[in-house]
């Protein structure tokens, strides 16, 4: 997520600094919300997530256990309901490309059979251009 993040305004930090809480950023008319993967830093997580407008949720196809854990996500986001005024709230879930594996890829083609409805976005965040970070967000 911090990486997807640092891309979107252009800055390069291959440094993993692990986020605690939540970091809010702003970008044109978003704010993107930042929060902490790690269940002992998201404990107020529930709480960031009123008033949102969509959800992204991200795995890697080099990490088995980040695409299993996208069903977490997925139930911690229903913990408030995907519905902002009777309307149903976007959930895109962004997976980096970057050094697939073969458990993985096959890990996420089952997920993409369990949740049909949701949005995939498959790139490789390292390489992909600012303008196709953007588009995620429309």
Same mark, same amino acid.
């Given at each position: 997520?911090?990486?997807? %993040? ?5 800055? %390069? ?28 830093? =998201?404990?107020?997580? *529930? =709480? ?5 407008? +969509?959800? !992204?949720?991200? &795995?890697?196809?080099?990490? !088995? ?12 986001? =229903?913990?408030?309901?995907? +519905? ?43 390489? &992909?251009?600012? *303008? +196709?970070?953007?588009?995620? !967000?429309?």
């Amino acid at each position: 997520k911090t990486h997807f %993040v640092n891309r979107l305004f252009g800055r %390069v930090d291959t440094r993993y600094v692990q986020t605690l809480g939540v970091e809010v950023h702003a970008y044109e008319h978003y704010y993107l919300w930042d929060t902490a993967g790690d269940k002992n830093f =998201g404990g107020l997580r *529930d =709480g960031y997530y009123v008033h949102r407008d +969509s959800f !992204l949720a991200f &795995c890697s196809l080099s990490s !088995l256990k980040s695409i299993e854990k996208l069903p977490f996500w997925i139930a911690s986001c =229903g913990n408030v309901k995907f +519905s902002k005024n009777g309307e149903v709230v976007p959930f895109k879930i962004v997976v980096n490309t970057q050094n697939p594996t073969e458990e993985a890829t096959q890990a996420l083609q089952q997920f993409k059979n369990r949740y049909p409805t949701f949005t995939f976005v498959e790139m490789d965040i390292d390489r &992909c251009s600012r *303008d +196709s970070i953007v588009n995620v !967000l429309a």
